[in-house]
DNA sequence: ATTAACTCTATATAGTCAATAGAGATTTAG
DNA sequence: CTAAATCTCTATTGACTATATAGAGTTAAT
């Protein structure tokens, strides 16, 4: 499961991804528009920001922006930023590789070959979704119920 | 990531697939020859026991087996057992549906679309491997090293 | 009866999650 | 240059979970 804490960054990048690269964000804004806890949100911008995910200006007229394009930050990485390796386990992690310690044989486990399967299907998914594509699919579903709404 | 729990779980289910059918096999031999800490597994053991999976005999010759074949049993089903949904959000999870507490729109929110799609890919590798299936991949993976040894 | 095994209750320790408080540092406007 | 606005940092809190371990109780076979 994720995090309370993962899902409240995806929330808030996708909210300054729609914001796009004008004008500094507040935090507050965000946490009031997303219901999202300022303090603890803070707390986390702080550390997209220390990734170099963010960027943000102090004082008066300051606030946070995407330090790139939404179209080049993957939900992968922001995932593993925050809640770390998406491996079941920590034997098939890609960018986080340690044996498990319990483990008699790395190479006759084959627990480690099915969850090695489970890990290739979502990095496949989750580092090939960017913030573009989530703003995309938004619009779409939005659009979508907003037609549904307007046939009946 | 799976618990040492849900780890420890799945091991002793396929040592005791490996043993067959046949006598009851002692918590404490499998401890040993997986490594385990006793007392934690019989925890594990007892509370995949109360979920129909296995079945105990007390007393002397008792021991735990196998209560159905292992080709009935899926990962899936014993990793919901102990770690719980196989979602990485409760409101895409298929088996415990919850809604999110901070979301404003299901129908609309882009993250759910792209989580639905990893649950159901970790579901579709999860739910088709058996017990059954891991001795047989066990057994080619046995062999391929042997084979590679041998060749040496 | 005695022994060997599982079963149950209780406990412990450490760590993580989710969140909050409040003082400090920085920038811009005026 | 100062005041207001805003992010930044440190510390703390409470609840909960993960990972075990101890020991008394119960059951079944011989």
Do not use: W
């Not at 528009?33 to 963010?54: M, N, Q, V």
């Not at 939900?75 to 098939?92: E, H, K, Q």
């Not at 990095?123 to 594509?133: Q, R, S, W």
């Amino acid at each position: 499961m994720l995090s309370q804490k993962a899902k409240y960054g995806i929330r808030a990048l996708l909210y300054l991804a729609q914001h796009g690269q004008g004008s500094p964000v507040l935090i507050r804004d965000i946490a009031e528009k997303e219901r999202l806890p300022k303090k603890f949100l803070e707390a986390i911008l702080l550390e997209l920001k220390s990734a170099g995910i963010l960027h943000s200006r102090p004082g008066k007229g300051g606030g946070y922006t995407l330090n790139r394009p939404a179209k080049s930050i993957t939900l992968g990485r922001v995932i593993r930023l925050i809640d770390g390796p998406l491996a079941p386990i920590p034997c098939v992690s890609q960018t986080a590789y340690a044996p498990c310690r319990e483990c008699l044989d790395e190479k006759t486990c084959t627990i480690r070959a099915i969850m090695k399967q489970v890990r290739d299907a979502t990095a496949a998914i989750l580092d090939e979704t960017t913030f573009a594509d989530l703003l995309d699919q938004q619009n779409k579903l939005a659009q979508g119920v907003a037609g549904i709404d307007f046939s009946i």
